[in-house]
T-cell receptor
């Protein structure tokens, strides 16, 4: 089991461009979580998804950010019209199916470091 | 408000010394608490959770509801314990503290 995969590992965008971050959960996992880490800060919850459903997006900025976890393929975090403040490390995690959801053990990917020029 | 506080950014000790990484939480319900660890060039991974009440790599953590704390302890630190440690509160999401970097010197 390769673990949670994220790509790209590093992404550079100019202001106004779009950023697409991908996350493939561990095999058999049906819960996906996205977190953002700004320099010198902890991980901040953004969104919790199950296949084809957004369960909790309370941590997502209201504009420019969206996330999906389609029936087939990886989960995508999309940031439109990026600004310098979007520069951060974005982590994805997954957990097995079950009622525990976020309080089950979460398995983290290596992260994508987004730099906005 | 739901919050996790780790007051120390950096904790430096010598090998063999006791270690205590502090964590306080704010939550009105029944908390689930976790310690996650990130070793150099590795992914964030679960170290332990209070519900399992086990010792992992010599670390233990006791939930103190009166003091709303979940401090991580190890009686004798090893160099390989050097890492970033994050305390997390599980509600309908995981809420992380800002982390404490533990440095264990030989």
């Amino acid at each position: 089991n390769a673990g949670v995969m994220q790509n790209p590992r590093h992404l550079v965008r100019r202001r106004g461009q779009e950023a697409r971050l991908r996350c493939s959960p561990m095999k058999g996992h049906s819960h996906v979580y996205w977190y953002r880490q700004l320099p010198e800060e902890g991980l901040k919850f953004m969104v919790y998804l199950q296949k084809e459903n957004i369960i909790d997006e309370s941590g997502m900025p209201k504009e420019r950010f969206s996330a999906e976890f389609p029936k087939e393929g990886p989960s995508i975090l999309r940031i439109q019209q990026v600004v310098r403040g979007d520069s951060a490390a974005y982590f994805c995690a997954s957990s097995p199916p079950g009622l525990a959801g976020p309080t089950d053990t979460q398995y983290f990917g290596p992260g994508t470091r987004l730099t906005v020029l | 408000a739901q919050r996790v506080t780790q007051p120390e950014k950096l904790l430096s000790v010598f090998k063999g010394a006791p270690v205590e990484l502090k964590c306080n939480y704010s939550y009105s319900g029944s908390p689930e608490l976790f310690w996650y660890v990130q070793y150099s060039r590795q992914r964030l991974q679960l170290l332990l959770r209070h519900i399992s009440r086990e010792s992992i790599k010599g670390f233990t953590a006791d939930l103190n509801k009166g003091e709303t704390s979940f401090h991580l302890k190890k009686p004798f630190a090893q160099e390989e314990d050097s890492a970033m440690y994050y305390c997390a509160l599980g509600t309908d999401k995981l809420i992380f503290g800002t982390g404490t970097r533990l440095q264990v010197f030989p």
